[in-house]
């Protein structure tokens, strides 16, 4: 119990924390990152210590350059793009994640496609975080519904994508802050998937 | 809410899971906390569950301008059709429109606004963008704006305009004005506007014409592809089957075009030669007395001569009885025997084949095939004639045609566009003070109506845009300095002849703010960057278009939620625009807005959406109002129109126009008096002679030859020997208005385009050519003009005749995305025309030469 209350705590933690590093940076973008990073521990210290330490306006350029365009997208942010025959936005599996939030009632209300990488981390936060909240309440089996719409979720949609989408950001980017989170966050889905405790297991 | 306005808001998602590890940590209970997503309040369906529905909007790929539809399920759009309530295209859509699907979801589609870094501009200059929030944007431009007013410089604010709807008045017309500057410029001269001088100098229409082809016994299409574009592709491409059934069709082309390939005959002309085959057919058409004397009338019974002699000039008038009585008694034409004398009498079949490549029989066989179908036959001129250096009178000389076979204006003819009931929005006089006023009297950049270039817009000397001669404008400060620009849906360094000029423009403008879907060349140039709704899916507007008969106003509407946090160019950016010059002291452009009162409520807009909204029930009103119907459908009121799509007008009137002409004559001018005048007007207004005129503006005619239509050597560029290949331009079925090459299906389907290949940009030569250069199918060549060159692969084609090289419009994007651009910000794929066309000119009306404009020569590499 105590193994999965931990487990799920990390993993809420660890995909807020990277849902927020793939917002627009905005001027008090260091600050935000520290704040996030800060439930995160060790994982996040490198990055908020680049955040600290590279200028705001080269990490702005790189977002634009790797995320945004606008010419060429070099680490295109969405599911879809990956996923799908000649890539395009709001495919097929885009309207599939959309589906995975209404059944929990949620809705984007992110200007981007519902699998863009802040919404679908932001979703798996959420559902560690049911599962951490539930079991806290007494309800395991709930939890464990949980914990295993979260792998079905990894398995179908992030994770069958989440490893490229790292990769671009490696080969293209220019900050080494990107380079990091890409780097960084590779390894915590690994791990995650590990250690993703199901009932079944 | 924006991404980036999230992001700044983010403190409180951040704030919570930090508080969520704190509360943990004293025992209490984990809530996830949401930024992006938020809990459904239950009361509307999921948009997944909700069912599919048709609804109904515009595609503006090219400009026939079709009604169509778009399925919409789960909030996404997924198929296009036609729009079945549309009389001009009736259900039927063309290919182009369903390229849309993948420009709407496409990957490098501009998704938030965004600001240059990079001080310096340049091709080689990555502009070094960075996210910055709408409100940041707007007030960029608005500060710029400002300093203009504060200055009395406001003539130095340039807005340009690409592609529109009937909206563009907003922000074209009204914003320029009230800011206070003449230089509104619009994007007409490099689309097809010489291809109206040949219709207005004869029968007073300046506009594009319908073709009345189920009604027709022969069609001759005049550097026209109706097939693959414009103008009302999905009609003409729906219905031509039933015309082949009943009509001879003939195209004129020196390359093999999509309709050529479903036409009886083709005249693979020499370029540039196009006078001389329509001046001949002519002198055929009245030498064989197969002119349509309903229309055009005969010679008088008593005179001593009845027919046209080749070579032997015809007296005017005769004495007959004591009185002087004409020889040729006109019904609705003019000028008919100053014609054939200044121009027509020589210019034989034999003549006509020594210039234009074409077997003599090729050129009579046409001539009397339309004689003989007359007046159920019709010279459909397109922009290949007419944006020509000379091109004027090439394209005046083929659309005179129709006033000999009797076609203007009747059945199985030539028609103009019915009549329609839109309304324009209120005037900005009185918003106007005096800094505006006195910026407004300046002279515009284009230069048009300098004695260089009349552009004669409707008769009018300066009052047709001269687009492309704005980059000389620009660069050499003449009339003055640009300092501010903004613009919307173009991409005028790549659309424009001989391109670098216009990278040199922009680099000179100090602050640019390009309002777009997609970024391209002309955005690496830009400072500020909006992104816009996409017109067929996100944007609220309207266009008019006319075919079968008809004339439609279609909507373009709001189908789907956009994904993004886009705004409409031609609306919402100026109405947001007004509220930061509002914010600054100066709210005469808001107060303006706030007068285009939602008609069916009364209620002023107070915000960009319902002010977009408001403005599109305004223009249209009475048409959707039962109270204002004056002709055509009947909606029961805003609801039903908008839900329908799309409004037809009344059946077209033929022959209404007979006699009633916008001319100077109100005939069908053989002789353009119209013409005359125009030329005269100019030229005393540059205290010289219309022989001077015609010099400046590289034509050869001299005294009366110059108002009828002649036939002019063409004026190209390059010397023979050096260069022994002319250049064809012509444009593809799958571009949508030049920016189709970032889709998949493009490239993937490029072989639509007789004689291309897919996944390949190719310059095509004859296999004759081909095999004196050594050249074969898919090397890489170099295609070299006197002012720039590209690189492309080899194509040898019979389609293409021999001594020119034809290539199509729309590869050779260095900057557009992932597929257009081969390596991105150095090597397009394929090559750009525009990178070899020399920036010149049909002065007389102001466009900008494509056609038969320049020699070439190709090599290997």
């Known amino acids: 119990m105590e193994n999965k209350h931990t487990g799920d705590l990390v993993r809420a933690n660890g995909y807020a924390f990277f849902s927020a590093c793939f917002y627009p940076p905005g001027d008090s973008f260091t600050t935000d990152i520290e704040n996030a990073g800060n439930v995160c521990g060790a994982m996040a210290e490198d990055i908020r210590c680049l955040a600290r330490n590279t200028d705001v306006e080269d990490i702005k350029r790189d977002y634009v350059r790797l995320f945004v365009g606008p010419f060429k997208t070099l680490a295109p942010p969405c599911g879809s793009l990956y996923m799908e025959q000649d890539g395009c936005f709001m495919g097929d599996s885009s309207v599939d994640v959309q589906r995975w939030y209404e059944e929990d009632g949620l809705t984007n209300t992110l200007h981007e496609p519902p699998d863009h990488v802040i919404v679908e981390l932001e979703y798996l936060h959420f559902l560690a975080g049911q599962a951490l909240r539930t079991a806290d309440d007494g309800r395991s089996d709930q939890a464990d519904r949980y914990r295993e719409r979260e792998q079905q979720f990894l398995s179908l949609h992030f994770a069958r994508w989440a490893m490229a989408f790292a990769n671009n950001i490696e080969t293209n980017a220019e900050t080494e802050f990107y380079r990091c989170v890409a780097r960084i966050m590779s390894h915590f889905l690994k791990e995650s998937a590990i250690h993703l405790p199901i009932a079944s297991a | 809410m924006s991404v980036l306005e999230k992001s700044l808001t983010r403190k409180s998602f951040v704030k919570g899971v930090a508080a969520g590890g704190a509360i943990l940590a004293g025992g209490s209970v984990f809530a996830p906390t949401l930024c992006a ?5 239950g009361g509307t369906s999921p948009k997944s569950a909700v069912k599919g529905e048709w609804r109904s909007t515009t595609c503006q790929g090219c400009t026939s301008w079709c009604a169509v539809q778009v399925y919409v399920q789960g909030g996404r759009a997924t198929k296009i059709r036609g729009n079945p309530h549309s ?5 039927n859509c063309c290919v182009r429109a369903h390229l849309s699907l993948q420009q709407v979801y496409d990957p490098d589609r501009l998704r938030m606004p965004l600001k240059r870094t990079n001080p310096k501009t340049g091709v080689g200059e990555d502009p070094g963008f960075v996210p910055i929030s709408w409100d940041e944007a707007l007030g960029m431009i608005a500060d710029r704006i400002m300093d203009l007013r504060n200055n009395n410089e406001t003539h130095k604010y340039m807005l340009m305009r690409g592609r529109y709807t009937y909206m563009r008045d907003i922000i074209y017309d009204r914003m320029t004005k009230i800011i206070g500057s003449p230089n509104n410029i619009s994007h007409s001269a490099i ?3 010489a291809e109206k001088f040949g219709a207005f100098y004869t029968e007073g229409l300046w506009d594009y014409r319908q073709y009345d082809v189920p009604n027709t016994n022969y069609i001759l299409l005049w550097g026209a592809d109706p097939l693959a574009a414009n103008r009302q592709v999905s009609h003409y491409t ?9 009509a001879t069709i003939a195209v004129v082309d020196p390359r093999f075009s999509a309709s050529a390939g479903k036409a009886d005959e083709w005249l693979p002309i020499a370029c540039g030669q196009d006078g001389a085959l329509a001046v001949a057919i002519a002198h055929i058409l009245l030498t064989e007395g197969l002119w349509n004397k309903e229309f055009v009338g005969d010679f008088h019974s008593d005179s001593p001569v009845q027919a046209f002699t080749a070579g032997a ?11 002087t009585v004409p020889t040729f008694q006109e019904k609705h034409t003019h000028g008919l025997l100053k014609w054939w004398n200044l121009e027509l009498k020589d210019k034989t079949a034999e003549w006509a084949a020594e210039r234009t490549g074409l077997p003599v029989e090729q050129i009579r066989r046409v001539a009397v095939g339309l004689g003989k179908a007359a007046p159920r036959a019709m010279v459909w001129v397109g922009g290949g004639p007419a944006m020509q250096v000379r091109g004027g009178y090439s ?3 083929a659309h005179a045609l129709n006033g000999l076979l009797g076609a203007a204006d009747n059945v199985g003819g030539t028609l103009a566009a019915n009549k329609v009931y839109t309304q324009a929005f209120p005037a900005p006089d009185d918003f106007m003070d005096a800094v505006a006023k006195a910026g407004k009297a300046h002279k515009k950049i284009d230069q048009r109506g300098t004695k260089e270039f009349p552009a004669m817009k409707k008769g009018k000397p300066g009052s047709a845009v001269v687009t492309n001669n704005t980059a000389d404008g620009i660069i050499n400060e003449d009339p003055n300095e640009i300092k501010v620009a903004i613009a919307y849906f173009n991409n005028f360094n790549f659309s424009c002849p001989q391109t670098e000029r216009w990278h040199r423009a922009l680099a000179k403008i100090p602050f640019m703010a390009h309002l777009t879907t997609h970024a391209s060349e002309f955005t690496w140039f830009a400072d500020v960057v909006l992104p816009c709704s996409h017109h067929l899916y996100e944007k609220w507007g309207y266009v008019k278009s006319h075919g079968n008969g008809y004339r439609h106003i279609t909507m373009n509407q ?3 939620d956009p994904v993004w946090d886009v705004k409409t160019d031609e609306t919402e950016i ?17 107060d303006h807005y706030k007068q285009y009162k939602d008609p069916e409520t009364g209620k002023t807009p107070s915000n960009d959406e319902e002010f977009a909204l408001y403005a599109l029930k305004l223009a249209t009103q009475p048409l959707w109002d039962p109270a204002q119907h004056k002709g055509g459908d009947k909606f029961n009121g805003w609801e039903d129109f908008r839900r329908t799509g799309v409004w037809n007008s009344d059946p077209y009137p033929y022959r209404k126009r007979w006699s009633a002409m916008k001319t100077k004559t109100h005939k069908f001018e053989f002789y353009s008096e119209t013409l005359k005048a125009a030329l005269t007007s100019h030229a005393e207004k540059h205290a010289t002679t219309v022989d001077d005129i015609l010099a400046t503006t590289k034509y050869l005619a001299r005294g009366e030859q110059a108002f009828v239509p002649h036939y002019e050597e063409p004026f190209i560029w390059g010397d023979a020997q050096e260069y022994p290949f002319i250049h064809v331009d012509y444009k593809s079925r799958l571009n949508r208005e030049g920016r189709s090459a970032n889709c998949y299906w493009y490239s993937e389907f490029k072989d639509l385009d007789p004689g291309d290949e897919a996944w390949s940009d190719v310059a095509k030569l004859n296999p004759l050519d081909g095999k004196k250069l050594g050249i074969k199918n898919g090397d890489d060549i170099k295609v070299i003009s006197p002012t720039g060159s590209l690189t492309c692969k080899a194509k040898l084609w019979e389609g293409v005749r021999p001594g020119t090289v034809a290539k199509c419009y729309g590869h050779g994007h260095w900057a557009y995305g992932r597929v257009a651009a081969k390596q991105f910000g150095k090597t397009p794929t394929g090559g750009n025309n525009n990178d070899l066309i020399p920036a010149d000119y049909e002065r007389l009306s102001g466009a900008s030469a494509y056609y038969g404009v320049t020699r070439v020569k190709v090599v290997k590499v």
């Open chain 2, 37 to 41: 997503l938020a809990q459904s309040d």
């Open chain 2, 87 to 91: 009389k001009v295209n009736h259900g």
């Open chain 2, 191 to 193: 689309c097809a506007e």
């Open chain 2, 238 to 246: 729906n219905v031509w089957g039933q015309v082949m059934d009943r």
């Open chain 2, 313 to 323: 000039i015809i007296p005017e008038d005769f004495e007959s009885d004591g009185s």
């Open chain 2, 395 to 397: 394209c005046m000389a």
């Open chain 2, 558 to 560: 709001r189908v789907i």
């Open chain 2, 574 to 590: 100026p109405w947001l625009l007004a509220g930061k010059l509002a914010e600054r002291g100066f709210t005469n452009l808001l």
